[in-house]
Nanobody
Framework: QVQLVESGGGLVQPGGSLRLSCTAS????????MAWYRQAPGNQRELVAS???????DSAESVKGRFTISRDNAAKTVYLQMNALLPQDTAVYYC?????????WGQGTQVTVSS
């Protein structure tokens, strides 16, 4: 059974940094399209950043220049480096994996940006 386990969330002051990690099990990770989504209270879940199996990346306009997605296929882990965090980045961040027609989600990790 595929599992995605996120870690690295927490409370950080505006302007600070966090690195989220998502480690997969029972997944053909190297061939999976990986992404990070987030959902703030009262909002729909939105795509933050994605990385393909050939390491092509994309990110939402709101995080360009501040967030970086990367992957380590040997460790079956995808990362989201978040810099210059803003209060509006506060949300639950979810890891997502897609392989073929299958779509998997992690349980989410809370990121709170507040002074």
């Amino acid at each position: 059974q595929v599992q995605l386990v996120e870690s690295g969330g927490g409370l950080v002051q505006p302007g600070g940094s966090l690195r989220l990690s998502c480690t997969a099990s029972a997944l053909n990770f190297a061939f999976a399209h990986m992404a990070w989504y987030r959902q703030a209270p009262g909002n729909q879940r939105e795509l933050v950043a994605s990385i393909t199996s050939v390491f092509s990346t994309d990110s939402a306009e709101s995080v360009k220049g501040r967030f970086t997605i990367s992957r380590d296929n040997a460790a079956k882990t995808v990362y989201l480096q978040m810099n210059a965090l803003l209060p509006q980045d506060t949300a639950v961040y979810y890891c997502n994996a897609r392989t073929g027609s299958m779509n998997y989600w992690g349980q989410g990790t809370q990121v709170t940006v507040s002074s």
